[in-house]
């Protein structure tokens, strides 16, 4: 029953947050593509999350959002590392060798990583037989996406597994943090946690930049800076908002559709704004891998976050791709 002078929530705000995180984070990684035009790849998730976490955890606490206390920031520190230095940056990285439609697809793997962390960890949860099927009907479609270009051999060949290579480091590091968040979790918002670990994150990602020497080759385009502006305000805080909304009014299970919505778009600007190539193959693998997708979150009988991801407890792992 709603109480005097309350309002129930519009479901059309509910379902439009919800378009808007399949969309945001669907072009994000055309985003990226684009930025590293120009930008290193380890100045644009550090400009990014460091700017992004200052001005969100700014605003959430001028609205009154406790500050994360000095015992909880080691525990956001190493979800930075794991979400954002290698979640993140393997995207990134990966995206220097292959397209930004295959990072999608082969990113969208991350679930499968989940299930198999959370089996090799005490009292995790244990593997059944449609989670085994889930993984190796994946598998057989990153196979399927990868296959043909190690075939051909050569410098291509090099590239697509230095590219696959670093999105499996990202899965594994994406897996892992969230495994840790589950099981520490920090009594702040779950905007508040976003903002802790996108700080801890852009640190962290300068820091590599500068050991790896990115700053000298650091310039600004028109297209990159607007590429990096919206990856840090579209990607990191308007669709993070829109997630939390759209958890809060709509079923878990109908949110975490975005997982499934995201490598289509990515695909598809690809192939439309950076000539990307596209085939009768690629559509397939990608029904392979989501199948495959849908088969491991179905045997969890909860959907399982992508790496684009939010949860409701802190300090779980921001989701923002």
Known sequence: MV???????DPRRAWLAWGTVCVIWGTTYLAIKVALTTIPPFLIGGLRYLTAGAILGGVLWIRGDRVPSRPMWPGFLLLGLLMFGVGNGGVVWAEVWIDSGLAAVVIATTPFWMVGVEALLP???????????GLL???????????????????????TIAGVVALQLACAG???GSAYGKRHAARVSPGMSAAAQMLCGG????????????????RFSGASTT???????AGSIAAFAAYIYALAHLPVS?????????PIIAVALGTLLLGEAFDVRMIVAIAVILVGLAVVSWARRAPL???ARDDTRAPRAASSR
């Open 137 to 159: 009907i994946g598998f057989l479609g990153i196979v399927l996406l990868v296959g043909p270009s190690l075939a051909r051999g050569g410098g291509h060949a090099s590239r």
């Open 227 to 233: 590429a990096l502006v919206y990856l840090t305000l």
């Open 203 to 218: 640190v962290v990602m300068l820091a590599a930049a500068t050991v790896h020497g990115e700053w000298a080759q650091l």
């Open 305 to 307: 976050p992508s790496p």
């Open 174 to 176: 994406w897996a892992a």
């Open 3 to 9: 109480q005097s002078g309350s309002h129930p929530p």
């Open 123 to 133: 009292h995790g949860e244990r593997l059944t037989w449609r989670h085994v099927a």
């Open 254 to 262: 109908i949110v975490s559709l975005y997982a499934y919505i995201n």
